[in-house]
């Protein structure tokens, strides 16, 4: 009696708890088309070199686009007992054409296989995210130019520190994403090289045609050692890494939608369709996709975690360990895109409310910097600047008055160098025109660092 798929070797079935605990089938089912892809590269490098009959090759490729029609309509059978999608597709192919499909392994295991498929799977996702990446930068850039003139509080240590456009502010996070593309499109180098011909580890004795597998795979070579081809997934670990960090850039972005959408901030509304209501307190909208998003970044950072320890202990070549870098690299890929997706469209979205980001600027006293600056220009060096402007500070907090409301004699009791000139820089409008540095927050700076990143990402 047969007890399973591998050979006569087995004296005994597996129980079916540890057939459930070795099964991978129910999740890297999705890599079902790479699989394929690979497959059908693999069978037409052995009929070019002449391992493969050509007729096996037609077998197998007819067969493989019944298999992928099956799939895709849901006909498809997948089974546990075979284990993963690599061996539920080869026994439907051999289902199908007989021996041209036994005939396919020739020359590869499934060590190769794998990592092949995750690969060329992974390779399409990095693609997705960083059109998602794109879309995200463009609708920042749409608020960010709308909003270039507007004047919120700068924050340190999250208190008020000077004033800043709000555009600007937004510009904030298109350097990080666009990092964050860049991190993608580097990874993609990386990801995007053959193991197939590694074999099970060793190599084989079959006179295989890497270069031109990977050829046809558009990809950008051949990894070139067949123990680390089949086992490392730093490529895996160093895509969610990179993956992790937009989350941390989402996360920063979603803890500030938090903040100004609270009744003590007031800065923004998000649209409806993002919010929330209680069930017991009729007056609540609650920002729950960005509380989701700073929450979702903390399971992709769990997930890093989680692949970087599974490969630490691993010695070469091959372990069964490395299945485990499936669900965790497929989370953080659906969790990214989707939070990506949304991000986009609600930012798109954001009601803007420039009059109590100015209040809050003016309470917090956000252009007493400028005062100083004033006075050094005046001839005062900048120490004792400081310490004049914090005397003046105090004394208009004592009245509960912004440093522009105090008087010009006011002002002068603090320093007879100041001038009616001087309630240019107190305004908050001014302060922001003066920052007119190089990736400073005045408006110009804002349109034309707007203009660079269209530029840098061409037409929408
Ligand atoms: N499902 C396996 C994985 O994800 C495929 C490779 C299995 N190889 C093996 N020798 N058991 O890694």
Redesign the pocket.
Same mark, same amino acid.
């Given at each position: 009696k047969k007890s399973q798929g591998w050979s006569a070797l087995f004296s005994e079935p597996m129980s079916e708890l540890v057939q459930r605990y070795t099964a +991978?089938v129910d999740f /890297?089912r999705r890599m079902w088309r790479a699989d394929i892809d690979g497959s059908l590269a693999h069978a037409r490098m052995l009929a070019h070199v002449g391992i493969l009959p050509k007729d096996d090759l037609a077998a197998i490729e007819r067969g493989m686009a019944q298999i992928a029609a099956e799939i895709e309509s849901g006909a498809f059978e997948w089974k546990l007992a075979l284990? /993963?999608v690599?061996l539920n597709i080869e026994a439907r192919l051999t289902q199908l054409v007989g021996d041209a499909g036994k005939r396919l392994h020739t020359g590869r +295991?499934? @060590?190769d296989?794998?990592a092949t498929d995750i690969r060329l799977w992974l390779r399409g996702e990095i693609d997705a995210i960083t059109e998602l990446l794109v879309g995200l930068q463009r609708s920042l850039l749409d608020v960010a130019e709308k909003n270039a003139d507007v004047v919120m509080p700068g924050y340190t240590h999250l208190q008020v520190a000077q004033p800043v456009s709000f555009g600007h502010h937004l510009l904030a996070y298109v350097e990080m994403f666009s990092r964050d593309a860049a991190r993608m499109a580097d990874v993609r180098h990386r990801v995007n090289q053959l193991p197939l011909g590694a074999a099970?580890l060793a190599g084989t004795s079959y006179p295989l045609d890497r270069e031109m597998v990977a050829r046809s795979l558009g990809m950008e070579g051949v990894c070139q050692n067949s123990l680390d081809a089949v086992s490392d997934r730093d490529f895996a670990i160093e895509f969610t890494a990179a993956a992790s960090l937009a989350m941390v850039h989402i996360s920063r972005l979603s803890e500030e939608l938090v903040l100004w959408m609270s009744q003590n901030f007031g800065y923004i509304a998000l649209p409806d369709r993002f919010t929330t209501g209680s069930s017991i307190m009729p007056q609540k909208k609650n920002p729950d996709v960005p509380e989701l998003a700073r929450g979702k970044a903390g399971r992709v950072v769990g997930h890093l975690m989680g692949l970087i320890t599974l490969m630490k202990g691993q010695p070469l070549a091959?372990n &069964?360990d @490395?299945?485990e /870098? &499936?669900e965790p690299l497929f989370d953080t890929v659906d969790t990214l895109k989707d939070t990506l997706r949304i991000f986009a469209e609600m930012m798109a979205g954001i009601e803007v409310r420039p009059a109590a980001m100015e209040a809050a600027a003016r309470r917090g006293y956000a252009t007493a910097t400028d005062l100083a600056d004033y006075l050094v220009k005046k001839g005062l060096p900048f120490r004792d600047a400081h310490e004049t402007v914090a005397h003046a500070v105090k004394a208009a907090a004592a009245q509960g008055l912004d440093l522009s409301e105090l008087p010009l004699e006011t002002l002068r009791q603090f320093n007879p160098a100041i001038h009616e000139d001087v309630y240019d820089v107190l305004s908050l409008h001014g302060s922001l025109h003066a920052r007119g540095t190089l990736g400073g927050t005045a408006p110009v700076q804002v349109r034309a660092q707007v203009a660079r990143h269209r530029e840098r990402l061409g037409p929408a």
């Open positions: +991978s /890297d284990e /993963d690599h +295991s499934r @060590n296989q794998v099970a091959y &069964k @490395n299945q /870098d &499936k």
